[in-house]
């Protein structure tokens, strides 16, 4: 009881292990605004973007990983619920019935401890005819004492029916122990499934972005391609008039095809971003996936918040908390193997006993057993380090999930910065080769600027389009880096809506 109390207690208040997580944290971190912050809304309902919510809505409702997660958590409470059954008594119901010569009756030890009065009952057997006569009696009706013939069965049969019991007392707190870290065990199970539903999550948006970008990608190419072939006719109408050289017909046909080179390639990688998308949602790399226009507009970056929050926000560091509680639990099991044990047992039915009738009696039985160990060639003490050496596992996994998380947000938050600030330059980059380059073709078909300051104009045109695709995918996946780094508490909300 003292055990129970003791060990129940500690469940209550901040685990040694979340202790140690949180100085951690502290020693390590950098990072943080100290604002409010509030994670408890799945991060792409915050992006205005209707093909990444379907997307997602089918990756994570038909992922393998998540099913392997969700499996490992069954798995992990069913070990719960086992190691909670050795703190429970138990208790069986037990028939037995067999059938033996008669005979073998006179081998048990209770036949065998019984005097022998053969010898006087046969000396009993040759007095009683004279007794009898002398009394006046007839000899005849004198009771055989010799024994003579019986109708005894040649065989008989013994049978029970008992109900017995037994209760392990959990006087050192091993079973409790065992059962707190099978406990743990599992905790750390759903903490994981949470940790790769964010995974796969974090995965699936870039993948889609990735897509998105090669379909943007093919458009932009499609629209140079356009371009192209305007300018060339433009060109040959010029050179027709006199206005424009061959060599100036002959680089724009140069140029068209160049772009138009450009176009299988982008088709070849929007097919490939498909299909890699395709088969993370489980399906075949053909299928056709939700259309998407553009790249959504983005909101103002999330609040970093406090670095306490990260234990809690981060689903695998609260799951490497959980392991190396569940280790140091059981470690202390495997000490208290080193302790005496003790069962009480009880039984309580009815023995039967068959030969010409069937005779019964109630039989019932309590008792007590305990075990001192002495000797078991090692293993305990071989237990007891292979547990310490699973502690230190997982103290130095904790150790480095925390570190890991630590620079995934640093490094998430340089980068959701730095594309930012890229996106914008691109933005500008974009806008003025676009405005250069309408108003060199302008001046062209006036006839003020040559032919080479538009196909200088046309490639530095087509560079920035690229670029400006290219920057708006960075910036959305630098967005889904963060969320994902960051974590939060929309994934048992998430869980409950599926």
Same mark, same amino acid.
Request: aromatic share 4%; charged share 20%.
């Given at each position: 009881m003292i055990w129970w109390i003791a060990l129940l207690s500690a469940a209550q208040a901040a685990s040694p292990a979340e202790r140690e997580a949180k100085g951690l944290v502290e020693s390590v971190a950098r990072y943080g605004d100290g604002t409010a912050v509030d994670r408890s809304i799945a991060w792409w309902t915050l992006i205005?973007?209707?093909?990444?919510?379907?997307?997602?809505?089918?990756?994570?409702?038909?992922?393998?990983?998540?099913?392997?997660?969700?499996?490992?958590?069954?798995?992990?409470?069913?070990?719960?619920?086992?190691?909670?059954?050795?703190?429970?008594?138990?208790?069986? %119901? #037990?028939?037995?019935?067999?059938? /033996? +010569?008669?005979?073998?009756?006179?081998?048990?030890?209770?036949? &065998? =401890?019984? *005097? @022998?009065?053969?010898?006087? %009952? #046969?000396?009993?057997?040759?007095? /009683? +005819?004279?007794?009898?006569?002398?009394?006046?009696?007839?000899? &005849? =009706?004198? *009771? @055989?004492?010799?024994?003579?013939?019986?109708?005894?069965?040649?065989?008989?049969?013994?049978?029970?029916?008992?109900?017995?019991?037994?209760?392990?007392?959990?006087?050192?707190?091993?079973?409790?122990?065992?059962?707190?870290?099978?406990?743990?065990?599992?905790?750390?199970?759903?903490?994981?499934?949470?940790?790769?539903?964010?995974?796969?999550?974090?995965?699936l948006g870039m993948a889609w972005y990735d897509l998105v970008a090669t379909r943007e990608q093919v458009k932009v190419i499609e629209?140079?391609?356009?371009?192209?072939?305007?300018?060339?006719?433009?060109?040959?109408?010029?050179?027709?008039?006199?206005?424009?050289?061959?060599?100036?017909?002959?680089?724009?046909?140069?140029?068209?095809?160049?772009?138009?080179?450009?176009?299988?390639?982008?088709?070849?990688?929007?097919?490939?971003?498909?299909?890699?998308?395709?088969?993370?949602?489980?399906?075949?790399p053909s299928t056709e996936l939700p259309a998407s226009s553009g790249f959504p507009t983005l909101n103002a970056a999330p609040s970093i918040g406090t670095t306490d929050r990260l234990i809690h926000d981060r689903a695998d560091v609260g799951a490497a908390i959980h392991q190396l509680d569940s280790a140091r639990l059981r470690r202390g099991a495997a000490m208290a193997g080193l302790l005496p044990t003790l069962t009480l047992t009880g039984q309580y039915g009815k023995q039967y006993l068959t030969m010409d009738d069937t005779q019964d009696v109630d039989t019932w039985g309590v008792g007590a057993v305990a075990t001192v160990p002495i000797f078991a060639g090692g293993r305990t003490h071989a237990g007891i380090k292979a547990a310490k050496a699973e502690r230190d596992i997982a103290r130095m996994r904790l150790r480095s999930t925390i570190l890991s998380a630590v620079q995934q947000i640093e490094s998430a938050i340089a980068a959701e910065n730095a594309a930012a600030d890229t996106l914008e330059a691109v933005r500008v980059?974009?806008?003025?080769a676009t405005a250069a380059l309408t108003e060199t073709r302008r001046r062209y078909s006036q006839g003020i600027a040559p032919y080479l300051a538009v196909l200088t104009a046309t490639s530095a045109d087509q560079a920035a389009q690229i670029a400006w695709v290219d920057a708006q995918r960075a910036r959305l996946q630098a967005r889904i880096q963060l969320h994902s780094a960051l974590g939060g508490t929309w994934l048992p909300v998430f869980e409950e809506s599926k």
């Open positions: 205005d973007d209707p093909g990444l919510t379907d997307v997602l809505r089918d990756g994570l409702g038909d992922s393998p990983d998540l099913a392997i997660a969700a499996a490992q958590v069954e798995l992990a409470q069913a070990g719960t619920w086992s190691s909670v059954g050795a703190l429970l008594p138990t208790v069986s %119901f #037990e028939a037995m019935t067999q059938e /033996a +010569p008669t005979d073998s009756m006179t081998l048990s030890p209770f036949a &065998a =401890s019984m *005097p @022998d009065y053969s010898a006087t %009952f #046969e000396y009993l057997a040759s007095l /009683a +005819p004279g007794l009898a006569a002398a009394a006046g009696e007839d000899p &005849a =009706s004198v *009771p @055989d004492f010799g024994g003579g013939t019986s109708d005894v069965p040649d065989t008989y049969r013994s049978s029970s029916a008992m109900v017995k019991g037994a209760w392990g007392i959990d006087a050192f707190g091993r079973s409790t122990m065992t059962a707190m870290a099978a406990g743990r065990n599992a905790k750390a199970a759903h903490r994981g499934r949470h940790a790769t539903v964010r995974s796969v999550a974090g995965q629209n140079q391609v356009q371009a192209a072939t305007d300018l060339l006719e433009l060109v040959e109408l010029r050179y027709e008039r006199g206005e424009a050289s061959a060599i100036d017909v002959l680089q724009q046909r140069q140029q068209r095809a160049q772009i138009e080179a450009m176009l299988p390639r982008a088709k070849s990688a929007r097919t490939a971003a498909n299909g890699r998308l395709a088969i993370a949602l489980g399906k075949p980059q974009a806008e003025s």
